[in-house]
C-alpha cells in the first residue's frame, strides 16, 4: 500500500481524499487479497456491492476507487459505472441522427473524409472515445472489413461506415500508425492521433447547423444505438457486446434506461 499511496500523492489528490482512497482499497483488499484479483473476483465483487449497497452513488465511488488501483497495479479491467436512476437519458431521433451523420461531407478534404469515418465509426461500433483514438490502421482487416480489438474480440464494421472509412484511409499517404489522425501542419507532436478533446470539439462543430438545435455528445450517440438496438429486439447481453460493457449487470441496468 506504501506505493499506492506514493502513486495517488503524484496525482496531487488532497490528503482527505487519499486517505478516503487507502481505506476503500484496505477494505477491498480484504475481500480478496491483492493476488486473487482477477476478471472473476472482480465481477464477485461488482454483485457483492449491489447486494449490499442501494444507493447508486455508493457505489460508484467505491468502483471509481477501485478502478484506479486497478490501474495502478496495470490490470485491464475498468468497471462501468452505473447509471443515476433518475437521470434523463437523451437520445436523437432519425432526423437529427441522419443530419449529423451527413455534415461532415459538406467539408470536401480529407479532413471531412476523416471526420465522417470517425463520427460513423463511433456511433455504429459503440466504443468510446478513449478507445477510438487508440485504434491503430493494423487493427482493420480489409479483407472482412473487421476492426480487430485483440485476439479474441472484433467488431464488423457496417458497409456504410466502411465506405468512408476506406475512402479515408486510400486518401492517407503517410505511414503513421494511428487510425485517425491530426492533420494540422503546426502540431509538432510526434504522436498524431487526434486526442479525446479534439473529437468532442469536432463532434460539437458537425452538431451546428442541425435544425432545431440540438446538444449531441459521445454518451448520447452510444444511447442512440443503444436505443435503436433495444428497438430491434436486442436483449441485454447484446447491449453488453454491441456497446462493450464488462458485466451483463451494468448493461442490464443501462438497458433499463433507455
Do not use: C
Not at 500523492?9 to 483488499?29: A, E, Q
Not at 465522417?116 to 479483407?143: C, M, N, R, W
Not at 492521433?193 to 440540438?214: A, D, W
Amino acid at each position: 500500500m506504501k506505493e499506492y499511496k506514493k502513486y495517488l500523492k503524484s496525482t496531487n489528490l488532497r490528503p482527505s481524499t487519499i486517505k478516503n482512497y487507502l481505506w476503500h482499497i484496505d477494505k477491498f483488499l480484504e475481500w480478496s487479497p491483492k493476488e486473487e484479483i482477477d476478471e472473476i473476483k472482480l465481477k464477485e465483487y461488482f454483485s457483492y456491492l449491489l447486494e449490499k449497497y442501494q444507493r447508486v452513488n455508493t457505489i460508484n465511488l467505491r468502483l471509481k476507487i477501485i478502478n484506479n488501483y486497478l490501474k495502478f497495479l496495470n490490470i485491464k479491467f475498468n468497471f462501468d459505472l452505473l447509471s443515476d436512476e433518475g437521470a434523463n437519458i437523451q437520445i436523437l431521433n432519425d432526423e437529427e441522427l441522419n443530419q449529423f451523420l451527413k455534415n461532415p461531407l459538406k467539408q470536401k478534404n480529407i479532413i471531412g473524409l476523416r471526420d465522417k469515418a470517425l463520427i460513423e465509426l463511433l456511433y455504429s461500433s459503440g466504443l468510446k472515445v478513449g478507445q477510438l483514438v487508440q485504434l491503430k490502421t493494423s487493427q482493420i482487416d480489409t479483407i472482412k472489413q473487421e476492426l480487430l480489438l485483440n485476439k479474441n474480440n472484433s467488431i464488423k464494421i457496417k458497409p456504410s461506415t466502411w465506405l468512408y472509412l476506406k475512402k479515408y484511409l486510400d486518401k492517407r499517404d503517410d505511414t503513421i500508425d494511428y487510425l485517425f489522425i491530426n492533420f494540422d501542419r503546426s502540431n509538432k507532436s510526434t504522436n498524431k492521433s487526434l486526442s479525446v478533446r479534439s473529437v468532442e470539439r469536432l463532434i460539437n462543430k458537425y452538431t451546428k447547423g442541425i435544425n432545431p438545435p440540438v446538444n449531441i455528445n459521445p454518451q448520447i450517440l452510444r444511447n442512440t444505438l443503444a436505443h435503436k438496438l433495444k428497438s430491434d429486439g436486442a436483449q441485454s447481453e447484446h447491449i453488453k457486446i454491441a456497446l462493450h460493457f464488462q458485466t451483463k449487470t451494468s448493461a442490464k441496468n443501462y438497458l433499463k434506461k433507455i
